[in-house]
Structure formats: structure tokens, C-alpha cells
């Protein structure tokens, strides 16, 4: 499975950005997809994730209410929307995938909210 994120820049506090992670390569495998970011100095952290179904998500307390997963299976597509974006929203985030037998990350997209 590979996965390339694309979306990341600089916007305002306040604002809004929409994160894509298209998946490719054996795509049916995967379970459970999601987005995690990395702030410098911090670890890793788990932001959002979705089941394969799209049924089942999970947000971090931080991100409630202001962002948002989805994915389009038939685009092999995952997007993450965020709204009322916040200086501390400022990371670089990963999109990740499981399977049975693995897990997968991408290349990460830098995003920064101003204040």
C-alpha cells in the first residue's frame, strides 16, 4: 500500500484546509485508515481515524467539532477537513493505513496556522 497526502500550506487562524491521502497498491487490504500529525519537539499523535466501511470514526478531544474524515472508496481517497484551524493545529500530518499484515505511512504535508 503507498499513500501520498496532499493539501498542507499556511493559513490564518481561524481558517480552513482540506487534506487528501490517495492510496494505491493493494487498496482492499486495508482496514482502518487516518491522520496523525507531528508538532516539533512532540511525539506522533493519532488525530482522526476511519474504518474501511466509513462507518466507525474517531477524533482526538482536540480536533472535536472542528475537523472532519471521510473517504471515498472508490477514489481509494481519504480526506481530512479542518475548520477553526488553530496555531497549536500547526504539524506536519501523516496519513497511515492498516492491514492485516502491516502498516503504512505516507510522506507527511507541512501544515501552518498563523496566528
Known amino acids: 500500500v503507498q499513500l501520498v497526502e496532499s493539501g498542507g500550506g499556511l493559513v490564518q487562524s481561524g481558517g480552513s484546509l482540506r487534506l487528501s491521502c490517495a492510496a494505491s497498491?493493494?487498496?482492499?487490504?486495508?482496514?482502518?485508515m487516518g491522520w496523525y500529525r507531528q508538532a516539533p519537539g512532540k511525539q506522533r499523535e493519532l488525530v482522526t481515524s476511519?474504518?474501511?466501511?466509513?462507518?466507525?470514526?474517531n477524533y482526538a478531544d482536540s480536533v472535536k467539532g472542528r475537523f472532519t474524515i471521510s473517504r471515498d472508496n472508490a477514489k481509494s481517497t481519504m480526506y481530512l477537513q479542518m475548520n477553526s484551524l488553530k496555531p497549536e493545529d500547526t504539524a506536519v500530518y501523516y496519513c497511515n493505513a492498516r492491514t492485516d499484515w502491516g502498516v503504512y505511512w505516507g510522506q507527511g504535508t507541512q501544515v501552518t496556522v498563523s496566528s
Open positions: 497498491g493493494s487498496t482492499f487490504s486495508i482496514n482502518v
Open positions: 476511519i474504518t474501511s466501511g466509513g462507518g466507525s470514526t
